[in-house]
Antibody, heavy 118, light 110 residues
Framework: EVQLVESGGGLVQPGGSLRLSCAASGFTFSSYWMHWVRQPPGKGLVWVSRINGDGFSIAYADSVKGRFTISRDNAKNTLYLQMNSLGVEDTAVYYC???????????WGQGTLVTVSS | QSVLTQPPSVSAAPGQKVTISCSGSSSNIGNNYVSWYQQLPGTAPKLLIYDNNKRPSGIPDRFSGSKSGTSGTLGITGLQTGDEADYYCGTWDSSLSAVVFGGGTKLTVL
């Protein structure tokens, strides 16, 4: 069974840092692009970042560029999102997703909540 | 404000049919595939439709997708109370070099 499990969310003060992890299983992790998408409370989906299978092609949404870093460890089948200089606007549930050739997001992890508050 | 425009809400009675629109531009829907996602309350999104009109295995044929020009449409027939959820469209935007999603549509089955 293809599965993605996020971890690392929590409460952090403005200006702080957090690292999210996404553990993958049930598929050849290194063969897939992986993305992060976030969902602020009560709002819609917002794309955050993507990384290709070997980790050498990376892109970010403008809202997180320079603050967030996506990476992956194919030996550990794990995707990461390092988040620095967090602001209240970064409060959201963060989802990782495996993405297919035609940009279909499938599956999604269960999400991990990041709350930025003093 | 989302790049892709969806109606905030739609509603219909059990057994009826509903369509949800997703309007974009030539930089996104006009030249890229559209996907649709279902998000049941308190859960993660789930892929319903990809490549404009293809269903992943396990998705019933009550769900369908289409695309015309710069708009995509999700159709749901034989509505069930279990279909009550938020529905999102998504695609690539070549001008933004980013994935974009619609603002979401809340489906109520009356």
């Amino acid at each position: 069974e293809v599965q993605l499990v996020e971890s690392g969310g929590g409460l952090v003060q403005p200006g702080g840092s957090l690292r999210l992890s996404c553990a993958a299983s049930g598929f050849t992790f290194s063969s897939y692009w992986m993305h992060w998408v976030r969902q602020p409370p009560g709002k819609g989906l917002v794309w955050v970042s993507r990384i290709n299978g070997d980790g050498f092609s990376i892109a970010y949404a403008d809202s997180v560029k320079g603050r967030f870093t996506i990476s992956r460890d194919n030996a550990k089948n794990t995707l990461y999102l390092q988040m620095n200089s967090l602001g209240v606007e970064d409060t959201a549930v963060y989802y990782c997703a495996r993405v297919g050739r035609d940009l279909q997001f499938d599956p999604w992890g269960q999400g991990t909540l990041v709350t930025v508050s003093s | 404000q989302s790049v892709l425009t969806q109606p905030p809400s739609v509603s219909a009675a059990p057994g009826q049919k509903v369509t949800i629109s997703c309007s974009g531009s030539s930089s996104n829907i006009g030249n890229n595939y559209v996907s649709w996602y279902q998000q049941l309350p308190g859960t993660a999104p789930k892929l319903l439709i990809y490549d404009n009109n293809k269903r992943p295995s396990g998705i019933p044929d009550r769900f369908s997708g289409s695309k015309s020009g710069t708009s995509g449409t999700l159709g749901i027939t034989g509505l069930q109370t279990g279909d009550e959820a938020d529905y999102y469209c998504g695609t690539w935007d070549s001008s933004l070099s980013a994935v974009v999603f619609g603002g979401g549509t809340k489906l109520t089955v009356l």
